[in-house]
């Protein structure tokens, strides 16, 4: 039975702590966007875990560089959130293209994460 590293296990912890204050906060604040706003948050949440299940990944498999995650976290958002805006000018629903690409690069990572521990 193989372990992942003790940094490994250690640099996932201050995420999670991020993320579970994170949650908190927001179930706390009463803060509601508007419904015109759904598809760019639907589109940039994909991006974000896209991204973040990625570096997860890298490092994992010893290859985590932060010039590529931070670069390929801000470009996903931006070409996301452009092809969103670009399908309401046009009466398209293009942001549907995106959401394809995220959650199939998303199942992506999490069956190699998934392989690595088993």
């Known amino acids: ?8 296990l250690a640099s996932v912890w201050l995420p999670l702590l991020g993320l579970a204050a994170g ?3 927001g ?14 948050t639907a589109v940039g949440i994909l991006a974000a875990l896209d991204s973040l299940l990625g570096a997860f990944r890298a490092e994992l498999e010893g ?12 470009t996903n958002a931006l ?9 309401d000018r046009l009466g ?9 690409a995220f959650g199939w690069r998303i199942f992506q990572n999490v069956a190699v994460i998934r392989r690595h521990f088993l």
Request: net charge negative; proline share 4%.
């Open 79 to 87: 070409l996301a959130a452009l092809l969103t805006f670009l399908g």
């Open 63 to 74: 290859h985590f560089d932060t010039k590529i995650f931070l670069s390929g976290f801000y």
């Open 1 to 8: 039975m193989s372990f992942a590293p003790a940094f490994v």
């Open 27 to 40: 179930l706390a604040l009463n803060f509601n966007l508007p419904i015109e706003w759904a598809r760019y």
């Open 92 to 100: 398209i629903d293009l942001y549907l293209v995106a959401l394809f």
């Open 23 to 25: 949650v908190l906060l």
